[in-house]
């Protein structure tokens, strides 16, 4: 294990964010991990995964740990299902190509998610009408305080939308070293319903779908809607959908017959966020270096060298833009640091 100084983070997020590490540690092992948090110099960390979820404002004072475990195991399988151990550090979409190939279930519509499997939980990560807490067993963290490693099981998590114990009353005790799936090996349960995926595997003449006819659509759509961070600056999605009341969600359609909404329940809608601010006029805007992609409002863009602070300060604009014109409050999904 070595400590590396004054590294910048372009690279390892995928805004693109040309911040500073003042000090950068490579985490391949657990044992490396322990003798890490073990440093009297370093009191405090920042624990950094894929980058893929966060927007550096700022350079980081604090040492930084990069968590770059790799493995794939399998736990126990039977005729119709597999448990599978992945490191942390392995790549989410790396992981989900996996299943695909050993004819593994449940992941298929998580394709092309940025980031990776060790930050997956904290975000409950989701796409496609599918959530990772839907094959999720458990995950092995390090108590960052006392150094134990202890097993979180899927009601542990207290998993919600795009939420976790992880980012409330844990955030920041612990560090996630791998995470348990449990997947299908037959009788895959299939979800097309959500989405333009059965529009695009129509489109392809699949009337009879397999895993990776859905993995093979939804990454079709990802591409064509949302941008690769390797060519522009993006973290995906920048803001949570907002689900509203039925009372607020009737209001808003006296105005806008045709909004689209995904029923929550009986009392809850939940309205793309994407929709509100392309009716506000920011899809496809640029204001210098940040913007707003052209062919997804949802997603805030760095063309070529914006900072934080300005990324940051273009999301302010826009939930306020929606927060008058519609009167819903949107939610970053990143988290600002």
Not at 99 to 116: A, K, R, T
């Amino acid at each position: 294990m070595s400590i590396q100084h004054n590294v910048s983070l372009k690279k390892f997020n995928t805004f693109g964010i040309d911040a500073t590490a003042k000090n950068f540690i490579s985490i391949t092992n657990i044992s490396e991990l322990l003798v890490a948090l073990q440093l009297e110099e370093f009191p405090e960390y920042f624990v950094l995964g894929g980058g893929s979820n966060m927007l550096l404002t700022k350079d980081i004072e604090t040492p930084i740990l990069h968590i770059n475990t790799k493995g794939k195991r399998i736990v126990i399988q039977t005729e119709e299902e597999v448990l599978v151990e992945i490191q942390a550090g392995e790549n989410w979409h790396e992981f989900v190509l996996w299943c695909i190939e050993n004819d593994f279930g449940g992941v298929e519509n998580l394709s092309l998610i940025p980031g990776n499997v060790g930050t997956s939980p904290i975000q409950n990560i989701g796409a496609y009408g599918v959530e990772l807490k839907d094959t999720f067993v458990s995950c092995s963290v390090i108590d960052i305080e006392t150094l134990e490693q202890k097993i979180f099981q899927l009601e542990d998590c207290k998993f919600g939308y795009r939420n976790s114990i992880f980012k409330n009353e844990a955030k920041g005790k612990y560090i996630i070293t791998s995470v348990v799936f449990r997947l299908t090996r037959k009788n895959h349960k299939l979800n097309t319903s959500y989405g333009a995926i059965q529009q695009e595997l129509e489109s392809n003449h699949i009337t009879n779908p397999t895993i990776k006819n859905v993995s093979d659509a939804v990454i079709a759509i990802r591409e064509r809607k949302l941008p690769n961070p390797k060519e522009i600056g993006n973290s995906g999605s920048f803001f949570k959908n907002p689900v509203i009341s039925k009372a607020d969600f009737d209001m808003l359609q006296e105005n806008h017959k045709n909004v689209p909404h995904y029923v929550v329940s009986d009392t809850e809608i939940k309205v793309p966020a994407g929709w509100l601010i392309e009716q506000c006029g920011f899809k496809g805007k640029r204001f210098g270096d940040a913007g707003v992609h052209k062919n997804q409002a949802l997603v805030l863009v760095n063309h070529d060298n914006a900072t934080g602070a300005e990324i940051l300060a273009l999301a302010k604009k826009i939930q306020a833009t929606v927060l008058e014109k519609f009167n819903i409050a949107i939610e970053a999904e990143v988290n600002v640091i």
